[in-house]
């Protein structure tokens, strides 16, 4: 066969596979047997083997690539990805229903709710870009991480046959990048199979550990070889907006016209009444899918009414997942221990006869607090009822009264701290204790792995015995102590060989520089979790200034031990004292003016460096050479850096979010009230007292096209 035939055949064949495998994946129709499709393959193979200069990356033949050697590399996502809120009950399906009638500020206003199911999978965001010959090609394939970043496993992803790997999109308003997220999972049978070639210890529990394991694969041939499949439910924003879809459904329909795979088993509906009816038959036929689902997605459809409900830090307002009751499990308890937390909490947690809840095999189960232990009635020897409050953390949810035995004890809440002997207190309003000695062994201890996990500092090597031993020898006293290790310190201790000490002092080194979201994560303030201390760092303006600091050089133990292990290295960044200035610079009503951030984290974060011992704590972190920096969030100019508006009225073509996005991606704040350190009020039709309000202040109004004006 001539080149320019073999050209021709090959471009057939591409398509022609595409076709068959969108009918087979996404249509759900079997236009040829697997053995014709495997056949129209292998021809693909032989004549790309024959002529290999004709091979493009997109081909259905190129899914599998060479294995990485390392550890996945982390990619930002172009647009920040957000969680679900969960619901349990009809309740808590009106009071969301409500919450969003109070957002709104229509009273009578009505929703029609677009219900998808809810797939046990693994959350993955697919990124198309434009191509010269105009189709959009995937490029990336990535996890949600944190939500700011993920793991790229492109990779893996895309041996799933059932993803394209080029899309043509006859929309002349798409953009030249999108964003498609969705569930990767693995069919209930694939598992049933994969663990029946794997050894005992090594088996999957479920289908969801079972994909997720899988896409994280170095090999691609790993992830190839294991039936994965894919659901896409999401567009990112921006390219939403722009090909003007106006509803969930339509985007849904869209998505499976270009061809992604899509859930098809989703529906519309006008009343809560009818979500329910869905829920019920969920319920009962969830056993006989397929694949795993944990319950209802439940999404208000018009994409409008999205944009005005906005989001919290977390989570769209517009959205629920409606989940399917825990499992439930008995066992018996056999003790009731305390267990103190980073911030001094105490929580009671039962310890129980092995059980299996949801694949994984549960010991332990908490009681929350006092007053929880008192309504159940739970006493050492009971028989109770477990489940995994939203499928994670296994709880104590009921007693089974009538198979207590006779010699069954009930558990009197101690006065003191399990670990220090410290008096407990419970503050007013409060429903936990807490140990009040800062100096308490056990917090220390939670403290110290608080800092050096996975989303905090990130240190390898530093599991809770290694601390446990290093606690116990007094070479650490807080966070900070870490950093002043030596060789010395390390090399002599029971746990500590060559190799390990050189590991873990490299990587304390290396995570000197550390973005500063994750450094505010990992201070363990009270009320200040993941996403949050990434608001902080984002909205506040931090000064940064170009330092000098030590980098250890990796040359193993011989560097440090003959002095050459350090070099100097020019670094722009934040220094600990101008985080503890700036904190100290705030108050309570600019941190609660922070979109996101409400009164009680502005209190706590305020609290925690009023205290002068944490100013200490930063100003020793500052003596061991750390250094912060402001981690790449958008990619606007911060022309607005500084400024603060105010919404008032209804622009003319921008949502209320909408707004909002652009002043907050441009390094603006957003405030609900006017006050005089408004910068400016940002006014549309029918503006409300806001408006009366700045013009008493003397502070400065402006319409859209004079804001648009000043975003360009």
Same mark, same amino acid.
């Given at each position: ?32 047997? %697997?053995?014709?499709? !495997?056949?129209?393959? *292998?021809?693909?193979? $032989? +004549?790309? =083997? @024959?002529?290999?200069?004709? &091979? ?34 009809? %309740?808590?399906?009106? !009071?969301?229903?409500? *919450?969003?009638?109070? $957002? +709104?500020? =229509? @009273?009578?206003?009505?929703? &029609? ?38 793991? !790229? ?405 011989q560097a440090s031990l003959f002095g050459a292990a350090t070099r100097k290295i020019e670094v722009e960044g934040i ?138």
């Open positions: 066969m001539q080149k320019q035939e073999a050209q021709q055949r090959i471009s057939k064949l591409r398509e022609e596979i595409w076709r068959l495998n969108k009918a087979y994946f996404i249509d759900d129709r079997s236009d040829v047997s %697997e053995d014709v499709r !495997d056949a129209l393959k *292998q021809e693909l193979i $032989a +004549l790309e =083997k @024959e002529f290999p200069d004709l &091979v493009t990356p997109d081909s259905p033949t190129q899914r599998v690539g060479a294995p990485l050697d390392g550890r996945l590399p982390k990619v930002k996502h172009l647009r920040p990805k957000e969680s679900l809120m969960d619901a349990f009950s009809h %309740e808590e399906l009106v !009071d969301w229903i409500d *919450q969003m009638k109070r $957002a +709104l500020g =229509k @009273e009578d206003a009505t929703f &029609v709710y677009e219900c998808e199911l809810k797939i046990d999978g693994l959350n993955i965001s697919l990124v198309y870009r434009r191509q010269k010959d105009g189709s959009h090609a995937l490029i990336r394939a990535v996890t949600r991480g944190n939500g700011i970043e993920g793991e !790229d496993v492109t990779h893996t992803v895309r041996t799933i046959e059932s993803i394209p790997l080029r899309l043509s999109i006859d929309r002349k308003e798409a953009p030249d990048a999108l964003e498609i997220s969705g569930e990767v999972y693995m069919p209930k049978s694939s598992l049933e199979k994969l663990n029946k070639h794997l050894p005992e210890g090594e088996k999957f529990a479920n289908p969801r550990n079972a994909a997720a394991g899988s896409v994280r694969q170095l090999d691609p041939k790993v992830a190839a070889s294991r039936d994965l499949a894919m659901f896409c439910y999401g567009l990112d924003t921006q390219a939403a907006d722009s090909m003007g879809l106006t509803g969930q459904k339509e985007l849904m329909d869209f998505l499976h016209g270009i061809g992604v795979p899509t859930n098809r088993d989703l529906c519309l509906c006008k009343t809560l009444a009818e979500v329910e009816e869905l829920y019920e038959t969920l319920k009962k036929k969830r056993e006989n899918l397929p694949y795993d689902i944990d319950g209802l997605v439940v999404k208000v459809d018009s994409r409008r009414m999205q944009h005005d409900l906005g989001s919290t830090a977390k989570a769209p307002r517009w959205a629920r997942a409606y989940k399917f009751p825990a499992e439930q499990k008995t066992a018996q308890v056999l003790d009731i221990q305390l267990q103190v937390g980073r911030t001094g909490a105490i929580t009671p947690v039962a310890h129980l006869t092995p059980v299996q809840i949801a694949g994984t095999t549960v010991t332990r189960a908490t009681l929350h607090n006092e007053d929880e232990i008192a309504r159940l009635d739970v006493r050492i020897g009971d028989t109770v009822v477990v489940q995994k409050a939203g499928d994670i953390i296994p709880e104590v949810v009921q007693v089974l009264p009538n198979l207590r035995p006779k010699n069954a004890r009930s558990f009197r809440y101690p006065a003191h701290c399990p670990s220090c002997n410290t008096a407990l207190v419970r503050p007013e309003g409060e429903v936990v204790h807490r140990c009040p000695n800062k100096n308490c062994s056990a917090a220390r201890r939670e403290k110290l792995e608080h800092l050096v996990s996975r989303y905090a500092l990130n240190i390898e090597g530093f599991g809770g015995e290694t601390i446990e031993e290093l606690l116990e020898q007094g070479l650490v006293s807080d966070a900070v102590d870490l950093f002043f290790l030596t060789y010395e310190d390390l090399i002599g201790l029971p746990l500590f060989k060559e190799k390990k000490t050189e590991n873990l002092l490299t990587a304390l080194e290396k995570s000197k520089r550390i973005p500063l979201h994750r450094f505010l994560f990992a201070l363990g303030i009270r009320h200040i979790g993941r996403e949050t201390a990434e608001i902080i760092a984002q909205r506040i303006k931090w000064p940064t200034k170009k330092l000098t600091m030590e980098e250890r050089n990796d040359l193993g133990m220094t600990m004292d101008a985080i503890a200035r700036t904190l100290q610079s705030l108050t309570e009503e600019e941190l609660s003016a922070i979109d996101g951030i409400g009164p009680v984290v502005a209190r706590s974060l305020l609290e925690w460096i009023g205290e002068e011992d944490n100013r200490a704590l930063l100003h020793k972190f500052g003596n061991a050479g750390m250094v912060a920096y402001q981690a790449e969030g958008s990619h606007a100019p911060q022309t607005l850096a500084g400024k603060t508006f105010v919404l008032t009225g209804t622009l003319p073509t921008l949502s209320r979010e909408q707004a909002k996005s652009m002043i907050k991606e441009r390094g603006g704040k957003v405030s609900s009230s006017v006050s005089r350190k408004t910068d400016f009020v940002l006014a549309g039709e029918e503006p409300g007292s806001k408006l009366k309000e700045a013009q008493e202040l003397g502070v400065r109004t402006i319409d859209e096209e004079m804001f648009k004006k000043m975003i360009r």
